[in-house]
């Protein structure tokens, strides 16, 4: 029995320090340049990690992305996208409040109380049509802003969360103990509540990404490279503010 | 006394020989200069020539706006310098026909696009940033930055970035990694551009 119980982790190891890609040479600068800009040591164990990922997408997210497309009429959807939104407005507040934007945290707030009452429920995201436009924070930005840097350490593909970085993934069990929703309330119906809530929030989220997702598949000669890219330039935009607020959505066709 | 005077007439011509240039190199040119691209292009996405002729319209007004060898050349990255005269004129040949390819593989998608020029902001040496706003029909529209760099004289693109991302580094980034795994071959990128290309060539064919 001992030794089984040792196997699993020796070869854990083993595959991880067959994972690391070498550092090039100081006589190659450049190539040394080129490393820390991909920042990316663990790639052979992502890369497996990713076609793992990849064979989950093809059978199960993207099919089920495809259908909530086709038989979910659009103005559910985006009934449904807006309440997933507005859920995550409190947690947005607090991260705000830990990033010292006292007036976004402000925002947020009213934001939040706007849609709760007279957007019933977050149903209709009134608070845009007062001006108050939708933005999204998360722990890991809130990291990145107190260590004064948008280098989140080594990049990570997680086992079907896909790219992150050691930073994001070290944000994110604090990030889900931030939110209040995984506080509120308690029984079997909560806790239904709080899986369909995961679940919506997935499919939902893949059904925004179906188009621009082929696109970078179709165009890439690297997939895995160029979504690594892409993570990295768009975690940067997201800590510096510098994106336009989020896509609003709209329940009829435009 | 001298060097003074001579650091004052070699300040005098250089303000004389860039006043033409710097009237010329302004947000506003800039985003003109987009705006009278982006229309060019529409017409011709738009219009109901046969495939070939329209790609070849296409095709020249993507070679007039964009620094193709430029951007192809910060792609190749550090490679650029260690590939040999007949890899850098087949990937310069390659980059070309992939950008065109790549649109129009698409044509059927990019019919009556919208677009509108929102803000144009100076971005330093790099040039001006042009912001548009791209709607397809029934979908949410879509932030395209244009990088116009006027360092040749004339305004030309330099980088599109989508939503925050960078088309230029996403590229790069790719590019280095299929090198990296051919081996550090640039001959490795060449094959997979091949293919690519070949790959586009069959989608093109096989849209209505």
């Known amino acids: 029995m001992p030794r089984s119980r040792l196997v699993a982790p020796v070869l854990g190891l083993a595959l991880v320090v067959a994972g690391c890609a070498t550092v090039p040479p100081e006589s190659d600068p450049e190539a040394r340049a080129e490393y820390f800009e991909r920042n990316d040591p663990l790639e052979p164990l992502n890369r497996a990690v990713f076609a793992v990922n990849e064979a989950f997408d093809h059978l199960l997210f993207r099919p089920a992305a495809e259908a909530y497309r086709i038989f979910v009429p659009r103005p559910v959807r985006t009934g449904i996208g807006n309440v997933l939104d507005n859920l995550l407005v409190p947690k947005t507040a607090a991260n705000q409040l830990l990033q010292g934007r006292a007036d976004e945290a402000a925002a947020s707030a009213a934001r939040f109380i706007i849609n709760s009452t007279l957007g019933v429920l977050g149903i209709f995201d009134v608070a845009s049509e007062m001006g108050i436009e939708p933005r999204f924070e998360d722990f890991g930005q809130t990291l990145a802003v107190w260590a004064g840097t948008t280098n989140g350490g080594p990049y990570l593909v997680l086992p079907i969360l896909g790219p992150s970085n050691l930073r994001d993934t070290f944000a994110l069990p604090i990030d889900v103990a931030m939110d209040p929703w995984t506080w509120i309330g308690q029984g079997d119906q909560v806790r239904a509540l709080r899986t369909g809530r995961t679940v919506t929030q997935a499919i939902d989220t893949r059904e925004q990404f179906i188009e621009a997702g082929d696109a970078l598949r179709a165009q890439s000669l690297d997939f895995y490279a160029a979504l690594r890219s892409v993570y990295q330039q768009r975690r940067e935009r997201d800590i510096r503010n510098e994106g336009r607020p989020q896509v609003r959505r709209f329940f009829d066709e435009r | ?208």
């Open chain 2, 1 to 208: 006394m001298r060097l003074h005077r001579r650091g004052l007439v070699a300040g005098l011509a250089g303000v004389l020989l860039l006043a033409p240039t710097a009237r010329a190199n302004t947000p506003e040119a800039a985003a003109a200069f987009i705006e009278s691209r982006g229309t060019a292009l529409k017409e011709v996405l738009d219009s109901d020539t046969p495939l070939a002729e329209k790609r070849e319209r296409m095709a020249e007004i993507l070679r007039e706006a964009v620094d193709v060898r430029g951007v192809a050349q910060f792609v190749l990255g550090r490679h650029w310098r260690t590939a040999s005269e007949a890899e850098r004129a087949e990937y310069l040949r390659l980059f070309e026909a992939t950008l065109i390819r790549n649109l129009s593989a698409r044509f059927g998608e990019l019919r009556g696009l919208r677009f509108t020029v929102s803000r144009s902001q100076p971005r330093g040496e790099e040039g001006v940033l042009v912001t548009t706003m791209v709607e397809q029909p029934g979908q949410a529209p879509v932030q395209l930055d244009w990088l116009v760099s006027f360092a040749s004289g004339r305004p030309l693109i330099v980088d599109l970035v989508a939503e925050g991302t960078s088309l230029r580094i996403t590229q790069r980034s790719e590019y280095s990694a299929v090198i990296q795994r051919g081996g550090g071959r640039v001959g490795a990128l060449l094959d997979a551009m091949r293919q690519q290309l070949s790959a586009l060539e069959q989608r093109e064919l096989a849209q209505k």
